[in-house]
């Protein structure tokens, strides 16, 4: 189950993040696991005790590899998220086929283990979004 979000302008980011990485997930499967789902401050040298000026939304999903998982990636979650205009970069190496996805502000990543084991990893960020209208 997903968090809920009282910030109205987090709300129209995190919405449409939630989604996409919702349906990414479901080309690998049923057995999702929200691994973090929650706000986190744009600005990580921010000093403890200053109010953040810009906030994101960070959504990751785990689930179990099913046979087949880089295929999928390649042949369909890769060409479709292009198609709709998300820029792909193979972030791939030894151990990983990897993808990272950019549109309008949003970055998502998947990965999957070369040899088949361990989880699909996807997930994602919003847009960073101000605090408070300027």
Do not use: K
């Not at 999957?112 to 994602?124: K, P």
């Amino acid at each position: 189950m997903t968090e809920p979000i009282d910030f109205a302008p987090l709300v129209a980011v995190a919405g449409p993040l939630r989604a996409v990485l919702d349906g990414i997930a479901a080309r690998f499967g049923a057995d999702v696991r929200i691994s973090r789902d929650e706000q986190l401050d744009c600005d990580p040298f921010r000093p403890a005790g200053v109010p953040s000026e810009s906030v994101r939304w960070e959504y990751n999903l785990r689930l179990p590899a099913p046979p087949g998982a880089a295929e999928i990636l390649l042949t369909e979650v890769v060409p479709e998220l292009s198609a709709d205009g998300w820029r792909a970069t193979d972030r791939g190496g030894e151990a990983e086929v990897a993808y990272q996805f950019q549109r309008d502000g949003t970055n998502l990543g998947v990965h999957i283990s070369r040899d088949g084991t361990g989880d699909v990893v996807v997930g994602g960020s919003s847009p960073c979004v101000p605090t408070e209208a300027p």
